[in-house]
């Protein structure tokens, strides 16, 4: 596999204009990486390096491999990269086989012989063609990133703050916050509880995370609040921990997008790759599957479900089981059919969509009652696919119902006050 470098380049200890790995052309984690490095006739050593025969010098060829050995060694399989620097600490048996100058392209091929906690030894061989230039075993050390707090910050004994991560001014963290590597906690942010924040999520300015639940039945028991990777908090938004009622934890995945000023209240199960609008609001133990969009202000009552790749309209009012796949829409909130333009967006087959837009017309077109719509989905073989499934099943385990109402206008023509 390749790897887009950008992201990684920001772990190197070398930097622009000492940058000197331009692409990554293949990659297996833990063990080899190919990279090449373009040598342009403007590069900043070759006026002095010699004038009149302009070479490379054979230290920065040491640094090439250097920095493609540190891509190696902090580029995980699942894309995600090590809070860590790694810098070069040694080298063993270099030999420089050929000149390289301007025009030529360097393909440098690493590979680890050794690996432990703090050093790695990587084998590195340079060639221009098919001949080697210089090759020589590296020693790396892997050092990991200090956290960055602001004087003014208030982190309290007992919270832990990982690698990379930086604390904005006045922002407070509680002593059992647990915060992952290389997020960011923005200014005034508060972060208090039993809360564990996972790797790369950003807590925008105000955003209030983790401070027990709006629920007069709380009486200060032990909850928590479990917070996956790659999250965004935007700013003022609040996210409440669990209550014993609830089970005692809200839980919410990895790379979600929480817009300004929207909730997210105690016992909710909130799962991968969602987006809640400006204002959205969560109530009590509702439960959000991966790929749902909320809209800005719209408000789900508590216990409600909302399913996979569910679309939920602006202004809307939830009070039972949103269906997967679909666009709801209003106040009360009706059913506008299948979310065609998402599902195509997220990779949904025309196949699929097609068969979910023949099980949408028995649930909501046929006029037969939800028991028989769905008796008669099962049994219609062409529509027998994985989706269809999933929404038979999302209505049978609903305990509140769901939103079969069918509007009877396009969503463009429905008011927000209706």
Not at 140 to 150: D, F, K, L, R, T
Not at 153 to 182: F, S
Not at 333 to 347: H, P, Q, S
């Amino acid at each position: 596999m390749s790897i887009h470098l950008p992201p990684v380049v920001d772990r190197l200890c070398s930097r622009f204009p000492q940058q000197m790995v331009d692409a990554v052309t293949d990659f297996t984690s833990g063990e080899r990486l190919v990279a090449i490095k373009n040598v342009t006739v403007n590069e900043d050593f070759f006026p002095g390096h010699f004038p009149g025969a302009p070479l490379m010098p054979g230290v920065l060829m040491i640094e090439s491999m250097a920095q493609a050995a540190s891509v190696l060694l902090l580029q995980m399989a699942d894309g995600s990269i090590l809070p860590h620097r790694a810098s070069l600490r040694g080298a063993d048996g270099v030999k420089f086989r050929k000149p390289v100058g301007p025009g030529d392209r360097v393909r440098l091929e690493l590979t680890i012989e050794r690996r432990r906690a703090t050093m790695a030894r990587v084998r590195g061989v340079a060639y221009v063609q098919d001949q080697i230039v210089a090759e020589g075993t590296l020693v790396m050390a892997i050092e990991p990133e200090p956290a960055i707090i602001h004087p003014t910050a208030v982190v309290e004994q007992g919270a832990e703050i990982g690698a990379g991560t930086t604390v904005a001014p006045n922002a407070v963290i509680g002593p059992q916050v647990k915060i992952g590597p290389r997020c960011k906690i923005g200014a005034g942010a508060i972060i208090d509880g039993a809360t564990t924040i996972g790797e790369g999520t950003e807590v925008f300015p105000y955003a209030s995370i983790g401070l027990i639940p709006q629920d007069t039945k709380f009486r200060g028991e032990a909850t928590r609040l479990e917070i996956g990777k790659f999250n965004v908090f935007r700013e003022f938004v609040t996210v409440h921990r669990g209550t014993d009622g609830g089970g005692g934890v809200t839980r919410i995945g990895d790379h979600n997008l929480f817009m300004a000023y929207s909730h997210v209240a105690h016992d909710c199960k909130v799962g991968h790759h969602t987006i809640f609008g400006n204002g959205a609001t969560l109530g009590g133990h509702v439960t959000v599957e991966d790929y749902a969009t909320i809209s800005a202000f719209s408000g789900v009552h508590q216990f409600c479900r909302i399913g996979s790749h569910a679309f939920i309209g602006g202004y809307s009012v939830v009070t039972k089981d949103a269906l997967p796949f679909a666009k709801t829409v209003g106040n009360r909130a009706r059913n506008y059919g299948l979310n065609t333009i998402g599902l195509l967006r997220r990779g949904f087959t025309a196949e699929a969509v097609t068969r979910l837009r023949h099980a949408y017309r028995y649930l909501l077109v046929s006029r037969l009652n939800t028991t028989r719509a769905l008796a008669e989905i099962e049994k219609d073989p062409e529509l027998h696919c994985a989706e269809v499934q999933y929404l038979i099943d999302f209505i049978r385990q609903s305990k509140r119902g769901v939103i079969l109402r069918r509007a009877t206008r396009r969503p463009e023509d429905v008011s927000p006050d209706e």
